[in-house]
């Protein structure tokens, strides 16, 4: 099956889109050029056939092969007791924020599980590995943006020391979310936090790009800009 669903992709690569999705993703080489919603289809194809013999490919030849898995993952029907056992083979295979992004965002659980997704995700806010880090802050975004978690992702942001370009940036995103939703518990943490200078001013400019953020609400972010010294 795997050589066949490999075949297929390579049938409805574009070149053009291939050259397109590579600028946008340094340091990858394996970009076929399949656009995400064809690779979707695939997914539910997969799915219904034997997904778990596609997951346990350890050596995908595409990046479109790992984004396969990835959406899978996130839509077979699991207790997350089950399928936290095959997100956690999968986040050893992201290199990429495409991947992080898509996987994060198409990873559901019931509401019912979100305290055990939340601690699943606590020992990669540790990790030295940028993108185990850069997965624990967007599935914050997407999944944990509400009262009850929001002090506690702040507290982690505030912890994250990494100086990874994609850590710092997920960070910045983050926050810019949590405000855009929920801007009285976010504020306090704007104006007292242990961010550093560039991911705090980063957040800052995402909010005020935010098209969800009246005018006058991004003026006051603007002026909360930090001034960095240059050496």
């Known amino acids: 099956m795997r050589e066949k669903i490999r075949q297929e992709l390579e049938k409805i690569a574009e070149e053009n889109y291939r050259i397109f999705t590579a600028k946008l993703i340094p340091n990858i080489d394996n970009l076929l050029g399949v656009r995400l919603p064809k690779l979707r289809k695939i997914a539910k194809k997969i799915i219904q056939t034997d997904y778990e013999y596609y997951l346990a490919m350890d050596n995908p030849l595409y990046f479109e092969e790992v984004m396969l898995q990835g959406m899978i993952i996130g839509k077979i029907n699991l207790p997350w007791t089950k399928r936290s056992y095959y997100v956690k083979q999968f986040i050893s295979k992201i290199n990429n924020w495409s991947v992080c992004d898509s996987f994060c965002c198409g990873l559901k659980f019931e509401v019912s599980e979100k305290e055990l997704v939340w601690q699943f995700l606590q020992p990669y806010f540790a ?105």
Request: aromatic content about 14%; some cysteine; proline content about 3%.
């Open 127 to 231: 990790s030295e590995a940028p993108y185990n880090i850069r997965f624990a802050v967007v599935m914050l975004l997407f999944h944990f943006v509400d009262n009850e978690y929001a002090q506690k992702a702040f507290t982690l942001f505030n912890q994250i020391k990494n100086d990874d370009y994609y850590v710092k940036m997920a960070v910045a995103w983050a926050i810019s979310i949590y405000f855009r939703q929920l801007p009285t518990l976010t504020m306090p943490y704007l104006q007292k936090n242990q961010l550093d200078d560039w991911t705090y001013n980063k957040a800052l400019q995402k909010i005020t790009e935010s098209l969800k953020v009246d005018c006058n609400t991004k003026n006051i972010i603007r002026s909360m800009k930090r001034k960095i010294k240059k050496l």
